[in-house]
Every structure is written in structure tokens, then in C-alpha cells.
């Protein structure tokens, strides 16, 4: 497995952020992806995903209890296996510590994201993301029926990397920092 935590000091919305990572799960189908090995061993992609999204605000607490759950909640995941016959292979919980302070738990299947296409992935959502910002009130529908995903593995080289730091493009700007743990 692999879990990354990532801080946004920033103002967040969590329902487009949510919204993003479907985009997401629909654009690459790694994100879809199970294994089945009834005879032999295959990789099955689902035409739907089901993201695995939770949404935490823990706003309420001090920083000494805020640190203290963060801590206990990536103890907590890290220890939660995947089934590999059950697709998401990752789930995504985002917690609200401070009205400008979140944080983003991402853990996978490493079947799924390697270091490259990590990156790739979170530069995506964040597009998607600042895109749906600017235009909250017409976000299109996620995977329209008929509509071909981009399929595949995460592995657009064209993509450009999400910068570790300030953000420039979104109205306030928001600062943003990654770590990476491999279990």
C-alpha cells in the first residue's frame, strides 16, 4: 500500500474537490481497476467507479487534539487492507482541521500508483478541480453515458506537475505540502 498525506493551507470546498476526484476516477480507468482470479489472474475495469470519499471536520478541537486525531486516523488507515476483487483500489479522506487548513489522506493499492503517476493524478484533480471552481454552477455530468474515458494507466507524460508550494491560478492561492508513506 501506499499512503500519502497531503496539507492545503487554504480555503477548500470540499464537494468540488469530491467531484474532482470522480473526474478522476472516471479519466483513468487504473482508478476503476480489481483483479479476478476465478482461472487465472485478470484485471478487471469497471465502466462506474465508486469513489471512496470521506469528508472530516474536526475544526472544533484544539491543535493538540487535531494532531493527535490526523495521527490516529493515518494509524488507523494504514493498518485497513484492500480487497483486491473490490474495486476502488484507494480511498480519499480530506479532513477540515482550521477554516484555511486541510488535510488530504490518499492511500492505495500500489497496483495502482507509483511515484510518476501519483503526481500526474493529484495535478489532474487539481485542474479539475480550479476548473470547477470558476464555474460552480456548470459542472458537466461525470462519464456521460457513451462518452470513452481516456483509459489506461496514469501515465499522461503531457501533464504537467502540481508545484510543491504556492499555487498561482486560483483566486486566493493556496499553499501545499506532500508526504508519502510506503506500508
Same mark, same amino acid.
Given at each position: ?31 476503476? =481497476? ?15 467507479? %465508486?469513489?471512496?470519499? *470521506?469528508? +472530516? ?5 484544539? %491543535? ?8 490516529? =486516523?493515518?494509524?488507523?488507515?494504514? &493498518?485497513?487492507?484492500?480487497? =483486491? ?11 477540515? *482541521?482550521?477554516? $484555511? +487548513?486541510?488535510?488530504? =489522506?490518499?492511500?492505495?493499492?500500489? %497496483? ?21 471552481? $470558476? ?5 458537466? %455530468?461525470?462519464?456521460?453515458? &457513451? *462518452? ?17 508550494? $504556492? ?11 506532500? $508526504?508519502?508513506?510506503?506500508?
Amino acid at each position: 500500500r501506499v499512503q500519502s498525506i497531503y496539507d492545503y493551507k487554504g480555503k477548500i470546498n470540499p464537494g468540488l474537490l469530491q467531484k474532482s476526484w470522480e473526474y478522476a476516477q472516471c479519466r483513468y480507468e487504473a482508478l476503476r =481497476l480489481r483483479f479476478s482470479w476465478e482461472e487465472e489472474l485478470v484485471q478487471v475495469i469497471d465502466k462506474q467507479g %465508486a469513489l471512496n470519499w *470521506q469528508y +472530516l471536520d474536526i475544526s472544533g478541537k484544539t %491543535a493538540k487534539e487535531r494532531k493527535a486525531y490526523i495521527n490516529s =486516523l493515518v494509524s488507523e488507515d494504514r &493498518g485497513k487492507s484492500f480487497d =483486491l476483487q473490490s474495486a476502488p483500489l484507494f480511498r480519499v479522506c480530506l479532513v477540515k *482541521q482550521e477554516e $484555511r +487548513l486541510y488535510t488530504c =489522506l490518499l492511500s492505495c493499492h500500489h %497496483a495502482i500508483l507509483d511515484g510518476w503517476s501519483d503526481s500526474v493524478l493529484l495535478n489532474y484533480v487539481h485542474q479539475a478541480y480550479y476548473r470547477h471552481r $470558476r464555474r460552480a454552477q456548470k459542472i458537466p %455530468a461525470i462519464c456521460p453515458p &457513451g *462518452q470513452p474515458t481516456t483509459g489506461g494507466a496514469i501515465d499522461d507524460r503531457r501533464a504537467g506537475m502540481f508545484p510543491v508550494g $504556492r499555487v498561482e491560478g486560483y483566486p486566493t492561492g493556496i499553499s501545499f505540502s506532500h $508526504r508519502r508513506r510506503y506500508c
